[in-house]
């Protein structure tokens, strides 16, 4: 696919498409968890979880586009209200099939209480208001690597620039210090910085996270990373896509190393151990 944007691509089209993703990325990374293996494994299996459908929810009431949660009916449940019946699994897999989330009336209700909370969040609504192109399918080629990147929301020109926007939810507090160690923890700096590499034919682009907690009152921020983090996430990035032309061109998609690996203790633990064990402290019964 040459370089071009599409509106109003299908999740099930995008998701389907072979170009690497910032998810692929991080997936190649070991700072995250991840290699070569695991990204091989993963490509073309569809991975669901109770968290990802309720971003998914959230996504589409905040956005008004998207895979939108429906209520399991009464009649298919069990009689303690249980989702376990033939009938209900029969109709959550038709659900799905739509491209739509299958859900109890009961987990709905936090999806309207993130929802409502974002777009009343005055920077939060502000940010959506200006972004009148949602779910925008980007596709490029970075560093030689055919690559795709998935807006959830992206503005026309402001004073400050183009703006794509990122929706997150957080089961985890969304303040500024918890989340810069989300940003560690998941690579959202290389989401960032994946992303604005493949818009960059078509111009340079600014972005923004909106975050909101999963759990009452929903507590809604606003955050931009800052250079030190776009300069890592850049960087990681462009390591993601050259073990990735590596492998391509190799046909190896190693996991970890074969050889004996020698590991050495955390310097938090070794230090640990000095002041406990190494004093000369003695030991009381």
Known sequence: MPERIVHGMSDADYHSRPELSSTGARLLLPEFGGSPAKFRYRQGREFNSAAFDVGKAVHAQVLGVGARAIAYPDDVLASNGAASTKAAKDWADSIRFEGNIPMKASEMRPIYGMSEAVLAHPTARALFELAGHREVSVF?????????????????????GVFGIDLKTSSKPVDGDSFTRTVVDFGYHVQQEFYRDTYRPFGELEFVFVCVETTAPYLVAVHRLDITYEDMGRTLARVARDTYKACEAAGRWPGYPDDVQIISPPVWAAMAFDERHATGSEIHV
Not at 140 to 160: C, K, L, M
């Open 140 to 160: 490029s080629e970075v560093d030689g690597v055919p690559t795709r990147a998935r807006f959830d929301a992206i503005t026309d020109e402001t004073p400050q």
